[in-house]
């Protein structure tokens, strides 16, 4: 996991262990049921203005610690004891920090969600104040107390909406999540009738505002958390029970989290002392990377324990089942083709004598 270090991260670490404590198996992992869930998350919710935005600056007596990492420490560490969970607490953090970068002044207050999937054939429109139509894949449909996301003008242009969601008008279909992996996650369809909502920035500031990629970085915290606790399973096995081939695949997942962990480093410094820029090219390769090394970990973490902790522990069935469909929010091919793309525009930037773009 991210190097812990900060006083908040382990104050949300103390809340949590005490509202788990009385759910713990005979093994001491916890069996997350779905009011333990709601429980941890209404917890998690109350340190909601706490936990920094991206590229709030640095932190410390040095005024070197970064405040984008100590929100990506929560991120990845909520994210190892359930990837539900963290599905709804990143989504609420990031409808905060979105509204917060774009000046929102209406007070909202509860759970907040992002639902920006587009495409559904009945897309939303917003006229006079309310809107029609239908938005797919809203994760904690039924639980959510406000909704940021997004629809097309008739110009085309993406805008941003908040809508209350304790109002009439509004239809939940949960019937099209067949998920197995992220199952819990109370996705849905969500169909609004003249529904009331609020206009947040103007056209194309959500996808043009350099947080759309800050945001982007903090899933991979996400992902890297669930991703590290798997190989802690696989260390812990080792040292019960040593053999080269547990040792060989426990080398090999510690060097690319390792890695991984320190390119987090490096890009929540890039992130607070140049707030100003998305960074969108070392974000996007990060989130690439973060893929490749969670599923390297699952891999390797079941070729080097064998089917048993995937059949008898409950814990680490659920973070493999759900990481293998949360990593599936990365896009894949075309995030690889941005990254050549992106690399080769950095590359005629070079700056004098520099050979190319990743000289040491």
Not at 251 to 272: E, K, P
């Amino acid at each position: 996991m991210l190097d812990a270090k900060d006083t908040l991260l382990q104050d949300i670490k103390a809340a949590i262990r005490d509202v788990i404590s009385t759910d713990l198996t005979d093994t001491d992992l916890p069996v997350i049921t779905d009011e333990l869930r709601r429980d941890i998350l209404n917890l998690l919710i109350t340190y909601s203005d706490k936990i920094p935005h991206p590229a709030s600056g640095a932190a410390g007596n040095n005024g070197t610690d970064s405040r984008t990492l100590v929100r990506w420490q929560v991120l990845a560490y909520v994210a190892s004891i359930d990837l539900t969970i963290i599905k709804w607490f990143e989504s609420h953090l990031d409808a905060l920090s979105i509204l917060h970068e774009l000046g929102y002044d209406k007070a909202v207050k509860g759970l907040c969600a992002v639902w920006a999937s587009e495409g559904h054939p009945d897309p939303i429109r917003y006229e006079q104040d309310k809107i029609s139509g239908t938005k797919a894949w809203c994760s904690g449909a039924n639980i959510v107390n406000y909704g940021v996301m997004t629809y097309r003008d008739e110009h085309g242009r993406s805008q941003l909406l908040v809508v209350d969601m304790q109002q009439d008008g509004i239809a939940i279909d949960n019937s099209g999540w067949q998920a197995v992996g992220m199952q819990a996650t109370d996705t849905a369809a969500i169909t609004f009738e003249q529904v009331t909502a609020n206009t947040a920035g103007k056209a194309d500031a959500y996808l043009e505002r350099v947080g759309f990629w800050h945001g982007a970085a903090g899933v991979a915290a996400c992902w890297y958390g669930a991703a590290s606790c798997i190989a802690t399973y696989l260390m812990q096995s080792y040292q019960k029970k040593p053999n080269d081939y547990k040792a060989m695949y426990s080398g090999q997942v510690s060097t690319a989290l390792s890695v991984t962990q320190q390119y987090f480093h490096h890009v929540a410094q890039l992130i607070d002392t140049q707030p100003t820029l998305s960074h969108e090219l070392a974000i996007r390769e990060l989130r690439a990377h973060v893929e490749q090394v969670a599923r390297q970990v699952i891999e390797s973490a079941g070729q080097a324990l064998g089917a048993a902790p995937f059949c008898g522990n409950a814990h680490f069935a659920r973070l493999s089942a759900d990481l293998s469909v949360f990593i599936r929010q990365s896009h894949g091919a075309f995030d690889l083709q941005k990254i050549g793309e992106l690399s080769s525009i950095a590359t005629s930037d070079l700056t004098d004598g520099q050979v190319n773009i990743w000289q040491l």
